[in-house]
């Protein structure tokens, strides 16, 4: 009750300014829609899209900015398709007033949350409404969760309102984030764990203008709040990203994430500068992320490949500038233009050593902090958590405009040492025994003028190290949703 008593004043915000009446498209693309992004990249592989596309919420101002100057006459097939998939995508935002009802659920909770995933729990019936004006957008929606994972079974993630000032976009509310290149998730930024509330500040058009000196860019920051729940009630989140395509080629992002302050400690932000710059003891009072990403891009045979890495430390020294703790993910895809299919593969590597006492639980853990870079026990970066290694072999298809495909191959050693924390909190999930999952999933999603069907299937086989036991596991999940 709480947590929805915080969210009152911009339930009743929102509610006056539906009285309003405007045409404007929504000012970004969320975390919901991989095929979506899919489009967006191979567009900014081949050359349409000029802007850095791997910060989410990715704005549309650069993205249908860049897609207006080119001549869809003048394109492949291929990329002409991903165009008209773009165009509709960003024309079903075009309203002033728009309302969702979505009903999703899955035989099991979901051990793992992935980019495009909507669903967390066992299963969730949602209602929203959104308004966008020139300067002003906002979404309510409220979400019913069976089972939850938190204890909280009404939720308003994924409410904001924002506004915009000259080149920015000032929002509040809860809203997913990720951050980097990988098409299966993030190490610093993802979607696992619900998103923290707060306040957000982003850049709204990253497009070079003819006198710039800079190339395209954009910028991210945000002020969040934890949970009263949290090992340190009330603590907060602070987060950066700057994204950049120095190079048609290359495209980098830089990150940074800090917990810090809470009940009982200092809120202001004189505490977080000093948080911020004083960055030279280990395992401090802050809990610090921080590391960056690479993407190279080219063409083999015509087919638009790429390659990328990234690097995420659990320790930042701000005064030295240097990255401790690191985790590492690659990958590399390439888009076969003769089956509309992208075909990817990810490697990502959570085993890290803190210290020659301590090989294990180093990643993601904090011993003030003791929930760790979690958010009710669930990892907001990797969805794997720490000590933990993962590849995964995908394709994405489009078979036709309005139906996709996606088809993961999954090897998952997970929790490889098969311990926990010394001090774990009441959320710490890193207790879970040392397993390794094999796991195919499947999955097909249908849209139609206003209504949209996604469904799919996924066999696993997990094997337990202490007692090399198996587990067969078959899981269903289905979505419906329809836009008004």
Same mark, same amino acid.
């Given at each position: ?274 948080? *911020?710059?004083?960055?030279? &003891?280990?395992?401090?009072?802050? /809990? ?5 990403? %690479?993407?190279?891009? !080219? @063409? ?95 394709? *994405?298809?489009?078979?036709? &405009?309005?139906?996709?495909?996606? /088809? ?5 050693? %997970?929790?490889?040492? !098969? @311990? ?65």
């Amino acid at each position: 009750m709480n947590s929805l008593n915080r969210w009152l004043p911009l339930t009743a915000l929102f509610s006056a300014l539906m009285t309003a009446t405007s045409t404007q498209a929504a000012w970004w693309v969320g975390t919901d829609d991989l095929m979506l992004r899919s489009d967006i990249q191979l567009l900014a592989d081949s050359g349409v899209i000029q802007q850095p596309v791997t910060t989410f919420p990715l704005m549309w101002q650069g993205v249908i900015h860049d897609i207006r100057l080119s001549n869809s006459e003048q394109l492949a097939p291929h990329l002409a398709q991903a165009v008209q998939r773009v165009v509709a995508a960003y024309q079903r935002d075009h309203r002033a007033l728009q309302g969702r009802v979505s009903l999703e659920g899955e035989t099991a909770e979901p051990s793992v949350v992935r980019y495009g995933d909507t669903l967390r729990d066992k299963a969730q019936a949602a209602v929203q409404a959104n308004y966008q004006s020139d300067n002003i957008s906002g979404q309510l929606k409220v979400s019913k969760i069976k089972d939850p994972y938190d204890q909280n079974d009404t939720r308003l993630d994924g409410s904001y309102l924002g506004f915009k000032a000259w080149n920015w976009i000032v929002s509040v509310g809860a809203i997913d984030k990720y951050w980097g290149p990988s098409w299966d998730s993030s190490t610093i930024v993802a979607i696992n764990a619900r998103p923290v509330p707060g306040i957000t500040f982003t850049r709204h058009s990253s497009v070079a203008e003819s006198d710039d000196w800079l190339p395209p860019w954009t910028f991210t920051t945000s002020f969040g709040q934890l949970s009263e729940r949290a090992s340190i009630p009330s603590a907060k989140q602070w987060q950066a990203r700057f994204g950049s395509r120095p190079l048609s080629q290359l495209e980098v992002g830089f990150n940074w994430v800090m917990q810090y302050g809470g009940d009982g400690y200092g809120n202001g932000l004189n505490d977080w500068f000093d948080s *911020l710059f004083r960055g030279g &003891t280990l395992e401090g009072f802050e /809990n610090m992320v921080a590391g960056f990403d %690479l993407r190279w891009s !080219g @063409t083999i045979a015509g087919r638009p490949y790429a390659v990328y890495g990234t690097q995420t430390a659990d320790d930042f020294n701000s005064r030295k500038l240097k990255l401790y703790k690191n985790a590492y993910q690659l990958g590399a895809e390439i888009y076969l233009h003769e089956i509309n299919s992208r075909v990817y593969l990810d490697r990502v590597d959570t085993t890290v050593n803190c210290s020659e006492d301590r090989q294990a639980n180093c990643l993601y853990e904090h011993t003030f902090h003791q929930d760790g870079y979690r958010r009710y026990g669930r990892s907001m970066g990797s969805p794997y958590d720490n000590d933990s290694r993962a590849v995964n072999i995908g394709i *994405l298809t489009h078979l036709d &405009t309005n139906t996709s495909w996606h /088809n993961k191959f999954s090897w998952l050693q %997970l929790n490889l040492d !098969g @311990t926990r924390v010394e001090l774990p909190s009441q959320w710490t999930q890193t207790q879970l025994p040392a397993r390794t999952v094999l796991a195919w999933r499947t999955e097909q999603q249908w849209r139609e003028e206003a209504d949209e069907v996604k469904w799919g299937l996924e066999f696993s086989q997990t094997t337990y190290k202490a007692d090399d036991s198996n587990d067969w596991q078959t899981e269903l999940f289905v979505k419906w949703q329809r836009l008004f």
